[in-house]
T-cell receptor
Framework: GAGVSQSPSNKVTEKGKDVELRCDPI?????LYWYRQSLGQGLEFLIY????????KSGLPSDRFSAERTGGSVSTLTIQRTQQEDSAVYLC?????????????FGSGTRLTVV | GEDVEQSLFLSVREGDSSVINCTYT??????LYWYKQEPGAGLQLLTY?????DMKQDQRLTVLLNKKDKHLSLRIADTQTGDSAIYFC?????????????FGRGTSLIVHP
């Protein structure tokens, strides 16, 4: 597609349930990033994939969070045993290998609400 | 402290200039970016500046970089109501041969008639 696509756009889940968030990056973009945006906060880096290299997981807040990227394209962010503090907008971005002046293209995000 | 800091709010009158300021900490930052986020939307790249530049102009937007003080600013000339949004400053850091951006909390720009 023309842009970064994320699904679902909204997700309401009960505390303790697992959720999966999907990101479909721009075709040909080798780098993929997940960020979390909480109310009144900046963008918190979660995880970064670059081609076939091992992902940079340094931003994942706990072992309840995991992500994978299949075939170097679509990525899924999984949150197990969701907690209320996980409520946020989860943003995905992709970029070409040489990012520089292309910047990072963001999807519209998934708004997760844990009740 | 935070890696990238911005003031949270800025209110201006339509037609005036807006100046949004940002400070960052990573002296190895190579690229610095300004992003705009409208309600319910993702982030849209507005402009970027390479660290060996001190100024970049793009139509109504002027970016100033003071690398010594690690200070970045975005000036919007003739601000319009459509410019109302959250503006994020970001710096990029190298990781494994590529760059991961670190974002500030964002500055909410409110433009009133």
């Amino acid at each position: 597609g023309a842009g970064v696509s994320q699904s679902p756009s909204n997700k309401v889940t009960e505390k303790g349930k697992d959720v999966e968030l999907r990101c479909d990056p721009i075709s040909g973009h080798t780098a993929l990033y997940w960020y979390r945006q909480s109310l009144g906060q900046g963008l918190e880096f979660l995880i970064y994939f670059q081609g076939n290299s091992a992902p940079d997981k340094s931003g994942l807040p706990s072992d309840r969070f995991s992500a994978e990227r299949t075939g170097g394209s679509v990525s899924t962010l999984t949150i197990q045993r969701t907690q209320q503090e996980d409520s946020a907008v989860y943003l995905c971005a992709s970029s070409p290998r040489q990012v520089f002046n292309y910047g990072y293209t963001f999807g519209s995000g998934t708004r997760l609400t844990v009740v | 402290g935070e890696d990238v800091e911005q003031s949270l709010f800025l209110s201006v009158r339509e037609g005036d200039s807006s100046v949004i300021n940002c400070t960052y900490t990573d002296s190895s930052s190579t690229y610095l970016y300004w992003y705009k986020q409208e309600p319910g939307a993702g982030l849209q790249l507005l402009t970027y500046i390479f660290s060996n530049m001190d100024m970049k102009q793009d139509q109504r937007l002027t970016v100033l970089l003071n690398k010594k003080d690690k200070h970045l600013s975005l000036r919007i000339a003739d601000t319009q109501t459509g410019d109302s949004a959250i503006y994020f400053c970001a710096e990029s850091r190298a990781s494994g041969g590529s760059y991961i951006p670190t974002f500030g909390r964002g500055t909410s720009l409110i433009v009133h008639p």
